[in-house]
């Protein structure tokens, strides 16, 4: 399966994004997909993640009430919808796919490229 995301970019402070990911081919309903960030000299971290069946989700509380992780099954299309951005949000966001939910991101055997998003203060 390949990842592709898109819809990064540069966004003022408070402002909102929405990132996609598109697999290249169906998503089981035992998947769980999910996002990651690193920015520069960080590591990966856990952003949120999504059962690809059941809808069921999760957060990093850094981003709780402000993202929402959401899946599109009939076009296998993964979102991240990014409200009241913060400077420290900006990251290369990856979309990544496993079997198993967990917040490491060594499981996940599918990565995207990554997208940028930038958040001027």
Do not use: H
């Amino acid at each position: 399966v390949q990842l592709v995301e898109s819809g990064g970019g540069l966004v003022q402070t408070g402002g909102s994004l929405r990132l996609s990911c598109a697999a290249s081919a169906r998503i089981y309903s035992s998947y769980v997909m999910g996002w990651f960030r690193q920015a520069p000299g960080k590591e990966r971290e856990f952003v949120a993640a999504i059962r690809w069946g059941f809808g069921t989700t999760y957060y990093a509380d850094s981003v709780k009430g402000r993202f929402t992780i959401s899946r599109d099954q009939s076009k296998n299309t993964l979102y991240l919808q990014m409200n009241s951005l913060k400077p420290e949000d900006a990251a290369l966001y990856y979309c990544a796919g496993g079997t198993s939910y967990t917040t490491s991101p060594t499981p996940y055997p599918y990565w995207g490229q990554g997208t940028q998003v930038t958040v001027s203060s």
